[in-house]
């Protein structure tokens, strides 16, 4: 100390106002670096899931080996002991809703109400989709390989499903995939396969699926087949809710007449890996609309 006042003292005897400025200057500059450094840390938006489940969505403002504090829009600032915390992640803007919500992925993203879609069913994904016809079991053999089952609670008929799915670029995805159903115990000698392919834009919030295939059905004396074509998707509008739309169409061939149904609805998570999907079924018979409108209901179960 006494080192520094003999070398400042002389100088600020001789040249005070040049001393002055110069201790402004390096204050100034280290205010100006410390400001940078918060706006820094404070501009990103994480979001903090607690060992309890508890989320906390906003912007870090300080950190250290014992805890975080995070400013959030309803709470303000929370302090969370860091051995309570199970994951820290930076959230994207496309993740948050207007209200401020974090939307966390769909995990049935790549079912609509009829169709699938190129996503992946990812390893561990496994879930039973419950009709009021029956259940529809999807199970995942990889992260880019499923398998399933689904029929009547009566058995008849019978279909086995596969599909395998692979990334094309940032937000595309493709997949094949088949059907193949007998008429089980009832009919046995009823056949179908329905090979397909599927091309989907957008991620597992929001997308836009257009697909298409071939059914082929048969019985012992006579079989047929039909191009079959959809255009699905679905928009997660909050944490727990999401609008769903999908079609079913097949065009007329010869002479046979076109078919389609087109199906708007809502889907809403009623717990913890647990949905409820509601919607209505519109006919269209060789290109008219017919009477009356035709209820779908289901539910989405992990297990």
Same mark, same amino acid.
């Given at each position: 100390?006494?080192?520094?006042?003999?070398?400042?003292?002389? @100088?600020?005897?001789?040249?005070?106002?040049?001393?002055?400025?110069?201790?402004?200057?390096?204050?100034?500059?280290?205010?100006?670096?410390?400001?940078? !450094?918060?706006?820094?840390? %404070?501009?990103? +938006?994480?979001?903090?899931?607690? /060992?309890?489940?508890?989320?906390?969505?906003?912007?870090?403002?300080?950190?250290? &080996?014992?805890?975080?504090?995070?400013?959030?829009?309803?709470?303000?600032?929370?302090?969370?002991?860091?051995?309570?915390?199970?994951?820290?992640?930076?959230?994207?803007?496309?993740?948050?809703?207007?209200?401020?919500?974090?939307?966390?992925?769909?995990?049935?993203?790549?079912?609509?109400?009829?169709? %699938?879609?190129?996503?992946?069913?990812?390893?561990?994904?496994?879930?039973?989709?419950?009709?009021?016809?029956?259940?529809?079991?999807?199970?995942?053999?990889?992260?880019?390989?499923?398998?399933?089952?689904?029929?009547?609670?009566?058995?008849?008929? +019978? +279909?086995?499903?596969?599909?395998?799915?692979?990334?094309?670029?940032?937000? !595309?995805?493709? /997949?094949?995939?088949?059907? @193949?159903?007998?008429?089980?115990?009832?009919?046995?000698?009823?056949?179908?396969?329905?090979?397909?392919?599927?091309?989907?834009?957008?991620?597992?919030?929001?997308?836009?699926?257009?697909?298409?295939?071939?059914? $082929?059905?048969? !019985? =012992?004396?006579?079989?047929?087949?039909? $191009?079959?074509?959809?255009? &699905?998707?679905?928009?997660?509008?909050?944490?727990?809710?999401?609008?769903?739309?999908?079609?079913? +169409?097949?065009?007329?061939?010869?002479?046979? =007449?076109?078919? &389609?149904?087109?199906?708007?609805?809502?889907?809403?998570? !009623?717990?913890?890996?647990?949905?409820? #999907?509601?919607?209505?079924?519109?006919?269209?018979?060789?290109?008219?609309?017919?009477?009356?409108?035709?209820?779908?209901?289901?539910?989405? #179960?992990?297990?």
């Amino acid at each position: 100390m006494k080192i520094i006042r003999f070398i400042l003292y002389p @100088l600020f005897k001789s040249h005070p106002v040049i001393l002055t400025l110069l201790v402004f200057l390096i204050c100034s500059g280290n205010a100006v670096a410390q400001v940078d !450094t918060t706006k820094t840390l %404070t501009s990103k +938006i994480y979001l903090i899931t607690t /060992a309890e489940g508890n989320e906390f969505l906003g912007t870090i403002v300080y950190q250290d &080996a014992k805890e975080v504090i995070i400013e959030t829009k309803n709470m303000g600032k929370v302090s969370i002991p860091k051995f309570q915390i199970k994951e820290l992640k930076e959230v994207q803007s496309k993740e948050i809703s207007a209200g401020g919500e974090y939307i966390p992925e769909q995990r049935f993203a790549t079912r609509y109400f009829i169709t %699938t879609n190129g996503l992946p069913l990812e390893k561990g994904e496994n879930y039973v989709l419950w009709n009021i016809y029956g259940p529809d079991m999807q199970f995942s053999i990889s992260d880019h390989f499923g398998v399933g089952i689904m029929t009547s609670w009566v058995g008849i008929p +019978i +279909i086995g499903t596969a599909k395998y799915s692979f990334n094309l670029g940032k937000n !595309t995805n493709m /997949a094949i995939g088949t059907l @193949l159903g007998t008429g089980s115990w009832s009919n046995p000698e009823f056949g179908l396969v329905v090979p397909f392919t599927a091309l989907t834009f957008g991620d597992r919030r929001t997308n836009i699926n257009f697909s298409g295939g071939y059914g $082929a059905v048969w !019985t =012992k004396d006579k079989s047929e087949g039909r $191009a079959l074509l959809s255009i &699905a998707g679905m928009a997660t509008v909050s944490k727990k809710a999401s609008l769903v739309f999908d079609s079913f +169409i097949i065009p007329s061939s010869g002479s046979s =007449k076109s078919f &389609a149904l087109f199906i708007p609805g809502i889907r809403i998570q !009623t717990s913890k890996g647990k949905f409820f #999907q509601y919607g209505f079924a519109a006919m269209l018979d060789d290109g008219k609309m017919q009477s009356g409108i035709f209820p779908m209901i289901q539910w989405f #179960q992990k297990f």
